[in-house]
């Protein structure tokens, strides 16, 4: 029996391995970098909100279902210095308007009384059928701004998909635009292109969510070898006891 407890002790060691490994790895996927200026205040988790862009016969052409918290970082005229504030994006007081073509199509959200301007531009790769958030801008303007925040990318390659599918990504995720905006996502569910109707395709669901659902069948793979294999160490060690007392 001492082989055998020597088996199960070496099985359970691996097992703590694999699943510690597993939490691991989720750890570092979901790490976010970290950003040099220290955030102005914490608005809490953004509410979600539903965006539409209408095109011929007016039909839905863009669909776009999230939260969204900015992370801006401007000048401060109070305190003379360079600050980072999280701003949410209300739903209820934001505006969504925009346009569609066959390969392109953008969603602008205008809120605080036309004083804060987001835009969302798409691009379809026509012959791949594989679409992508291809550019960002922001224009803002802010109590304590020094200047009028302004700032773009039009380089970028997120939220990518698949022509006739939405792209979902129900965890948190952060899309880095310039230095000066970050832009956090939550519960996003965006489609630009192949819209049947008012509804959402069929999704395709971003890295970060397959990784969420790949952790617990991890962990469950690895106590079920773990079950599997103290029990064949146990049988095997009875059998090899019965075995002697037949000798003797």
Not at 14 to 34: D, E, K, N, R, Y
Not at 114 to 137: G, I, M, P, Q, R
């Amino acid at each position: 029996m001492t082989q055998s407890g020597g088996v199960q002790s070496w099985c359970l060691g691996v097992t703590l391995q694999l699943i510690l490994a597993a939490f691991l790895h989720q750890g570092f996927a979901t790490v976010a970098p970290p950003t040099t200026a220290a955030p102005h205040k914490d608005p809490g988790r953004p509410d979600k909100g539903n965006y539409h862009v209408y095109g011929v016969n007016n039909t839905a052409c863009l669909l776009a279902s999230m939260g969204l918290q900015l992370n801006i970082t401007f000048s401060s005229v109070s305190q003379n210095k360079t600050l980072q504030e999280v701003v949410n994006l209300q739903p209820n007081i934001t505006k969504s308007s925009g346009s569609c073509a066959t390969d392109s199509a953008f969603l602008q959200l205008t809120t605080d009384s036309d004083k804060t301007n987001l835009t969302f531009f798409f691009t379809l790769n026509t012959t791949s059928n594989k679409y992508h958030l291809s550019e960002v801008s922001l224009s803002a303007v802010r109590p304590d701004m020094k200047d009028p925040f302004s700032t773009q990318n039009n380089s970028l390659d997120y939220l990518q998909g698949t022509l006739g599918y939405s792209y979902m990504c129900r965890e948190e995720q952060t899309l880095d635009v310039t230095q000066n905006l970050s832009i956090n996502t939550f519960q996003l569910q965006v489609q630009p292109f192949g819209l049947n109707g008012d509804q959402f395709g069929a999704a395709e669901e971003c890295q970060l969510d397959e990784d969420d659902m790949l952790i617990p069948i991890i962990v469950g793979a690895a106590l079920a070898g773990l079950v599997l294999i103290v029990l064949l160490a146990y049988l095997i060690g009875r059998k090899r006891s019965h075995a002697g007392y037949q000798t003797i």
